[in-house]
């Protein structure tokens, strides 16, 4: 099994086009420090390749990766389908893009398949253009294509559903409120296995809760890509764009009580943060921070890596 990491930023990109933090403008000064919105790609077989979230990064991350270059043929492409881990607009508007395909496949929970279908209309406007086919992504683990040898589920992290798709209680509250990983599965983890080698990644850019199937998941696993959009708890208020705390907005902070980095480090795993925003000092390869968790043991994932097991 062969991962790449196509994108490591939350929602908006560093920079973020309306944004002049230190991050935004660190990014701007130094176009290395730039990220594309978090993303995957996962090779199915020798010749087919799924997306894991489709961004609006989603053709230029596709041009910057030349195994998803099409060739030989005129209109042949390896890009097979794509995987959602939820439903947010920064991992489903790159579908738009794919409009050129003569078939669009999309692996995604019910929850998620019907807010794109009944809410944003996903169907009615891209059929149009391309077909659109759809498989369920479920706990119960299945080839990611048929033949495959790579196995996908889906473990349920969150009921947290994006702001267009808000119904009942998480309208009311407003749109930082995260249900619990036990409600409808609005977002989840991938669990990616390779039955030939036995080899296992996970992967969770957003993640508002810590289920015993996560955990489980993780122990198990050879990596784990997982959700390191905010430092602390508090960075959202500190930074002054939201009144909620980062568990409020559905990202487990990496740091401080209860943080993400104090669970991962325990594990055999080789684990990356991703998704980060342009708040997170991680945005900065110069922050202490980086020290922090390479003394744990802990990293952030890098644009453009490969990871084989």
Same mark, same amino acid.
């Given at each position: ?13 560093? !920079? ?83 409009? @050129? ?9 019910? !929850? ?92 969770? !850019? ?13 122990? @198990? ?31 487990? !902070? ?56």
């Amino acid at each position: 099994m062969l991962l790449k990491v196509l994108g490591t930023a939350a929602g908006g990109g560093v !920079p973020q086009w309306n944004c002049a933090c230190p991050g935004c403008s660190g990014a701007r000064a130094r176009p290395d420090r730039r990220r594309r919105h978090a993303s995957l790609a996962v090779r199915a077989d020798d010749d087919h390749w799924y997306l894991v979230n489709a961004t609006p990064d989603l053709a230029d991350q596709i041009e910057s990766t030349p195994a998803l270059h099409p060739g030989p043929a005129a209109r042949r492409t390896p890009v097979a389908g794509v995987v959602l881990t939820d439903a947010e607009l920064d991992h489903t508007l790159g579908i738009a893009r794919l409009r @050129e395909a003569d078939r669009i496949e999309i692996l995604a929970t019910g !929850p998620v398949r019907a807010a794109l279908r009944d809410r944003a209309h996903l169907d009615d406007v891209l059929t149009p253009y391309a077909e659109l086919t759809w498989r369920e992504l479920s706990p119960r683990p299945v080839p990611l294509r048929e033949g495959s040898a790579v196995e996908i589920s889906a473990v349920p992290v969150s009921g947290k559903r994006p702001r267009y798709a808000a119904a009942g209680p998480d309208a009311s509250a407003g749109p930082g409120v995260t249900a619990t990983a036990t409600a409808e599965p609005w977002v989840v983890a991938l669990r990616l296995r390779d039955r030939r080698t036995g080899g296992t990644a996970v992967y969770a !850019p957003a993640l508002a809760a810590w289920p015993d199937a996560f955990q489980a998941a993780i122990a @198990e696993a050879d990596h784990v890509l997982l959700d390191g959009t905010f430092w602390d708890d508090d960075e959202p208020r500190r930074c002054g764009f939201s009144t909620c705390t980062a568990t409020g907005m559905g990202h487990l !902070p990496i740091a401080g009580p209860g943080g993400t980095a104090a669970r991962l480090a325990p594990l055999a795993a080789r684990c990356c943060y991703t998704h980060l925003n342009n708040t997170n000092p991680l945005v900065d390869p110069d922050a202490p921070q980086h020290r922090q968790l390479a003394a744990l043991g802990l990293a952030v994932a890098a644009e453009g890596m490969e990871i084989a097991l």
